[in-house]
């Protein structure tokens, strides 16, 4: 049977420059103004999308290698994405807004402040991306920067702080009866005192209590053990960076619903979306010719990965010979592992020629085949029908905010998605968290 499937867009380089070096920079892409990014909210809130995800980073990055992450805008600027959230709440009237938030950045009782007034603001649709980024701790304090782990761990401290204070207004803490004059009272509110490893403060909080609605939607992209432990203790929203074909899919999911039990939760307290980056074309021939034409990138193209690469691993690989090894050791101590094992997939480092690790990267795949996103829209149609038969929740859609890319990407999609009942065509009241619980 067709399975109904919650949808995303992520907005994978932050709030920053994305029109810069693509063509759309000259279709007035003023990222800095929020109007492009209000256009673009409309248009997935009349596409029956559940939320908007925007990715962040607060740093730049290592000192020494800030110009890698500036010169072509790959690592920032990044404006942040929390504040961008009311201009597209303004707008609209069901979508999610879900900017990333960092717990080494905001002490817990201004987070949860911030956090409430939104919530409040946007009629329950804010979300919240926790990351547990290590990298950017000396702009925050002059606290020794924290493993990964020990970063999941102030995450977790930091989200428990928050939802305690969120929880400071006991049940009739709230009166707002004229009749009795009487707004609140006192008694009713938690004198909520927190001392722990990373945080310490008191409440209440001096915010409304959700009521129906509920608290923010929390989410979480880590795919370590530990950020699987993460998501399930936490999460109401899974963002999974994983293979696609049916049994790793069905193994994640497996592993996020384990790490949801051992959390004291339900599997089915946690939506679990994949994250994939379309290229949706007119026609199975257009396909085949734009993955054959990725086939053998030149100079060109090798030079702009190598651009973002470089930018990514804070190492500047358009320095290097391209017909020559890397080798590890190019590569400092803090640049993140993950980061090299996507630039250097199953080749051995040592031996093979840049070249070839940049041209692996260039290279575009066929949705057909599975070695790729390159399709029509019937064929991502079909493709996410069959992640629903897997027990799929829902699919996240990753590219930039410019409405250009979103009708590309949509006009043909929706209806088809819509057509076959995978894709909502009305949303239910009560905002972003009652709209996942949906179905
Ligand atoms: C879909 C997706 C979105 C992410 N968004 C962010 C982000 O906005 N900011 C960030 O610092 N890291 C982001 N990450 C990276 C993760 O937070 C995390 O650093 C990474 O997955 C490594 O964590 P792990 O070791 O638990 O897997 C994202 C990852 C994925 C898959």
């Given amino acids: 049977m067709t399975r109904a499937q919650h949808f995303g867009w992520f907005l994978a380089r932050g709030f920053g420059p994305h029109g810069w070096g693509t063509p759309a920079l000259d279709w007035n892409y003023r990222w800095t103004e929020p109007r492009l990014y209000q256009e673009s909210a409309r248009v997935l809130e009349q596409a029956g999308f559940d939320l908007l995800l925007i990715e962040d980073a607060p740093s730049l990055g290592s000192p020494d290698t800030i110009d890698l992450r500036v010169r072509q805008a790959f690592g920032g600027p990044k404006h942040d994405p929390l504040l961008l959230a009311p201009y597209l709440f303004e707008v609209t009237r069901h979508l999610g807004v879900v900017p990333t938030v960092n717990p080494a950045a905001s002490l817990p009782y201004t987070a949860a402040r911030q956090f409430a007034t939104l919530q409040h603001l946007s009629g329950h649709r804010l979300g919240l991306n926790v990351v547990t980024d290590t990298g950017s701790a000396r702009h925050f304090g ?33 009166i707002a009866d004229p009749a009795r004059g009487r707004y609140a009272d006192g008694s009713r509110l938690r004198p909520t005192r927190h001392r722990g490893e990373h945080f310490a403060f008191d409440g209440p909080l001096n ?13 979480s992209p880590g795919g370590s053990g530990r950020g699987l432990a993460f998501a399930g203790a936490n999460s109401d929203v899974q963002l999974a960076l994983s293979p696609m074909d049916e049994r790793s899919v069905r193994a994640y999911r497996e592993r996020v619903h384990t790490a949801a039990i051992e959390g004291g939760r339900r599997p089915d307290d946690v939506r679990i979306l994949f994250a994939l980056e379309p290229v949706i074309v007119a026609s199975a021939e257009e396909a085949e010719r734009i993955v054959a034409g990725s086939r ?26 391209l017909d020559k090894p890397l080798g590890s050791s190019v590569f400092g101590a803090h640049v993140s592992q993950g980061s090299i094992r996507r630039l250097v997939g199953d080749r051995d480092i040592e031996t093979t020629p840049l070249r070839v690790l940049l041209s692996d990267l260039a290279r575009l795949g066929r949705l057909t085949d599975r070695t790729g996103f390159v399709g029509t829209a019937d064929e991502f149609a079909d493709y996410i029908e069959e992640l629903g038969e897997w027990g799929n929740d829902g699919v996240l ?5 410019h409405p250009v890319t979103l009708h590309r990407t949509l006009d043909e999609l929706v209806p088809i998605l819509r057509r076959r009942g995978i894709l909502r065509t009305e949303y239910v009241p009560g905002g972003l968290r009652a709209n996942l619980a949906a179905f």
């Avoid at 409304?208 to 609605?213: A, D």
């Fill in 142 to 174: 002059d606290a020794p920067q924290l493993g990964h782990d020990a970063a999941y761990d102030r995450a977790e401290e930091w989200l428990a702080g928050l939802r305690q204070l969120w929880g400071s207004w006991d049940d009739g803490a709230l």
């Fill in 207 to 219: 915010a409304l209590p959700f009521g129906t609605g509920g608290e923010p939607v929390i989410a």
């Fill in 296 to 321: 053998d990138p030149d100079d060109d193209a090798l030079r702009r990965i190598a651009d973002k690469q470089s930018s990514d691993l804070e190492t500047d690989l358009t320095s290097f010979d």
């Fill in 397 to 401: 859609l990753w590219g930039d905010l």
